[in-house]
């Protein structure tokens, strides 16, 4: 049975591993919601050029497979790059910051940061966007009646409730983003995909690597819908 067991050496890769794929999701998920956000307002309002170009933003990420997104961003940006620029980039780099030390990261992760970031935005917007949408037009009516400008009926009245109607489908976004962080092992991030791959081919342990792997995912999932129903019953509406 002992020998069945992953050695905590392997152990240390799958938690390393998994440390990288919460930092790069929670990432991506704090950066697509604010672009998102911008996105659905700009489709909002609905200005000619800008919400054509949106628009085009919203179809290109949206009907284009992540990985190929990710290998533009990792193979085909970088080759535009002028001579030694890729060579800075994957030479590490630290600052310090006050008491900090911040480390530059490597470019497969700056490439699966921008491609995981972009595609996962698109989502996120159009579902701010049916939020906003299921807002009654009487209500917008109603606080315009009331002497609110448009921007006074955006903060007050109808982002509130778009954000409480939108909460459960961009949360589903970033459990999304969780799985979808799987594919940067493609361009070599060692996330937590990555290290069960590895472990599994020193140890030919495919079975114990890959339920390990599992298992972290599942409790990273879990964990974001037990924050969501507890989000659900901070923001539902007073009595």
């Not at 530059?104 to 972009?118: C, N, Q, S």
Request: aromatic share 14%; with cysteine.
């Amino acid at each position: 049975m002992i020998d069945e067991l992953l050695a905590p050496r392997y152990l240390g890769w799958l938690l390393h591993g998994f440390f990288n794929t919460v930092v790069l999701a929670a990432v991506v998920c704090a950066c697509a919601t604010l672009v998102g956000f911008v996105l659905c307002v700009l489709r909002a309002v609905d200005r000619g050029g800008v919400s054509v170009a949106v628009r085009a933003y919203l179809s290109v990420f949206r009907n284009t497979p992540l990985l190929v997104q990710l290998f533009f961003w990792y193979f085909g940006v970088s080759s535009l790059f002028p001579e030694g620029w890729l060579e800075w980039l994957n030479t590490p780099h630290t600052w310090r910051v006050v008491a900090l030390h911040v480390m530059w990261p490597p470019f497969e992760y700056l490439a699966g940061f921008v491609g995981l970031t972009l595609y996962t935005s698109a989502f996120i917007a159009e579902e701010l966007r049916a939020g906003v949408r299921a807002v009654p037009a009487g209500q917008v009516a109603a606080g315009l009646a009331q002497g609110f400008t448009p921007a006074q009926v955006w903060r007050h009245i109808v982002m509130p409730q778009a954000l409480r109607i939108a909460l459960g489908p961009v949360l589903g976004q970033y459990m999304n983003a969780i799985k979808n962080s799987s594919l940067t092992m493609a361009i070599g991030l060692a996330e937590l995909s990555y290290a069960s791959r590895q472990v599994e081919t020193e140890t030919f342990k495919t079975f114990q690597a890959f339920g390990v792997a599992t298992a972290l995912y599942i409790a990273m999932i879990v964990l974001i819908e037990w924050g969501g129903q507890y989000l659900r019953r901070r923001v539902a509406y007073p009595h």
